[in-house]
């Protein structure tokens, strides 16, 4: 077998024609004809025009029904390409499987860089006011309500910020109305013991006032809580004094809780009327009334 030689280099000198271009602008032997390599392709976000943009973007977010065994749920379009691409990577595609790491770490990766962010601005949130209350303390003023407040925000490793407390004034005058309402409970706890009857069993029935306390101080913030032991020494040292006393720090206590609402000092007010005109009117207050067959009307 014979062994072909290489064709020998064209001419320097020729003439020009079809398959014959200029000796300066033909191609040299081991040098690439497109040295800047091919053009990166137009990002798909300067492909599409603004109306398309939005129109691509609110059809993802649509909710679509998806059975699920013997069950239907909705869930958005961009949800159940997500759901087709981890089918096909659990049942062994490659590609697939790829692409679907590949997001899983780039969500991981924007969600850490987000959470970092939030714990430094909150972190440091959280010194500024812990610093005011301090001062203020050394000065003895009270500090300024703070919404939210610093007590109320855990920073955790690797977790959202989460916030156990109000976030807005509105929350804020909410709660504040709740733990004034969780304190006059209490106190008016202390009188209604005195005032029970002895049962035949030695057990007392529980009241309205402590059945709600029960319910709404484990609700609040720890701030704003009363711990068993506090409570305890409340109704201890309300326990030092003669009943109409008790009577009287418990009516104290509901006009001091409710400034804006008229109580009668010489009679005990009804406690889901109380709720109602501050606001707190809610289906706990008619689930009390109901169990207990209290009258909400005056």
Not at 66 to 73: A, W
Not at 98 to 106: C, D, G, T
Not at 201 to 223: K, M, Q, Y
Request: aromatic share 6%; glycine share 6%; proline share 7%.
């Amino acid at each position: 077998m014979t062994r072909r030689e290489p064709p020998e280099d064209p001419p320097t000198t020729y003439t020009v024609g079809y398959g014959k271009p200029p000796v300066a602008t033909r191609f040299q032997k081991g040098k690439s004809g497109n040295p800047n390599g091919r053009p990166a392709k137009a990002s798909v976000a300067k492909s599409l025009d603004g109306s398309l943009i939005d129109a691509v973007l609110d059809l993802s977010r649509q909710l679509v029904t998806v059975r699920e065994g013997d069950d239907h749920r909705q869930i958005s379009g961009r949800a159940v390409v997500l759901k087709s691409i981890m089918k096909s990577a659990a049942s062994g595609n490659s590609r697939s499987q790829r692409h679907m790491m590949e997001l899983i770490a780039e969500a991981e990766a924007a969600e850490a860089a987000q959470i970092d962010e939030e714990h430094r601005v909150w972190a440091r949130y959280v010194q500024m006011k812990k610093a005011e209350i301090a001062d203020c303390k050394r000065r003895g003023v009270t500090p300024p309500r703070m919404v939210p407040h610093p007590d109320d925000i855990y920073i955790l490793d690797g977790k959202p910020v989460v916030f156990v407390g109000p976030r807005t004034e509105r929350e804020a005058d909410e709660l504040d109305k709740l733990a004034r309402l969780n304190e006059a409970l209490l106190v008016h706890q202390g009188w209604e013991l005195d005032e029970l009857p002895d049962s035949a069993d030695g057990v007392t029935p529980p009241t309205l006032a402590e059945c709600l306390f029960n319910h709404i101080n484990p609700s609040l913030p720890a701030r704003m809580r009363f711990s068993d032991e506090k409570a305890t020494e409340r109704m201890l040292f309300m326990g030092m004094f003669s009943r109409r006393r008790q009577k009287q720090m418990a009516l104290e206590a509901w006009a001091k809780a409710f400034p804006d609402y008229t109580i009668n000092l010489k009679k005990l007010p009804n406690i889901i009327e109380i709720m109602r005109s501050a606001g707190i009117d809610s289906p706990l207050s008619d689930a009390w009334a109901k169990r207990f067959d209290v009258s909400t009307t005056s």
